[in-house]
């Protein structure tokens, strides 16, 4: 199973704060990586696929980058709606497999 | 856009089958070249997939699970279904189905696996 490993595990922030959380691939998965954020009792929703392309309706605040095996996801001027837990998603070999999630917490 | 639905008992005992429907209104698991999966929530170990079924009715299955679970679905394409079976404590989550690898879930359903 490709392991994937997000850092860090929490990140307190600040409404306005540019944050950045980052995933890491046991081994490489070209650009099938997708981020999802959740909120507390709700399902997951996906942000981005292809690990850059961002999904219909997502804010444009919210950017993915990386290939290979490191990838980050990037949210500027962060916003009250934006502090939940993200998740990465690997999907290019089975078993699809998650990072263990990064909660953004307020400062 | 399709929305999911899981239903299901939310309580199941030690050994016995968990069984869950996933009901896909506006759209048709028979259509349109997505995978239909399933994903568990649990409390400390985060997210897992269990498995998928393409809609040509081919099956992809987490290898840590791949003995226990079946997908699959109704000829109507408007559900598909998890069953797992011999069930254990490790088994309480929440399940998930969703479309693809997550592009579209469901709202989830707890199941707990107690006497």
């Known amino acids: 199973d490709i392991q994937m490993t997000q850092s860090p595990s929490s990140l307190p922030a600040s409404v306005g704060d540019r944050v950045t959380i980052t995933c890491r691939a046991s081994?490489?998965?070209?650009?099938?990586l997708a981020w999802f954020q959740q909120k507390p009792g709700k399902a997951p929703q996906s942000l981005i696929s292809?690990?850059?392309k961002l999904q219909s309706g997502v804010p444009s605040r919210f950017s993915g980058s990386g290939s290979g095996t490191d990838f980050t996801l990037t949210i500027t001027s962060l916003q009250p709606e934006d502090f939940a837990t993200y998740y990465c998603?690997?999907?290019?070999?089975?078993?699809?497999?998650f990072g263990q999630g990064t909660k953004l917490e307020t400062k | 856009q399709v929305q999911l639905q899981e239903s299901g008992p939310g309580l199941v005992k030690p050994s016995q089958t968990l069984s869950l429907t996933c009901s896909a209104s506006?759209?048709?698991?028979?259509?349109?070249?997505?995978?239909w999966s399933w994903i568990r929530q649990h409390p400390v170990k985060g997210l897992e997939w269990i498995g998928h079924?393409?809609?040509?009715?081919?099956?992809d299955y987490n290898p840590s699970l791949k003995s226990r679970v079946t997908i699959s679905e109704d000829a109507s394409g408007r559900q598909f279904s998890l069953k797992l079976t011999s069930v254990t404590a490790a088994d309480t989550a929440v399940y998930y189905c969703?479309?693809?690898?997550?592009?579209?879930w469901g709202r989830g359903t707890m199941v707990t696996v107690s006497s």
């Open positions: 079924i393409y809609y040509s009715g081919t099956t």
């Open positions: 969703a479309r693809d690898g997550g592009e579209i």
């Open positions: 292809a690990a850059s």
């Open positions: 081994q490489g998965v070209a650009n099938y």
């Open positions: 506006g759209g048709s698991t028979l259509s349109g070249g997505h995978y």
């Open positions: 998603q690997q999907y290019y070999s089975y078993p699809l497999t």
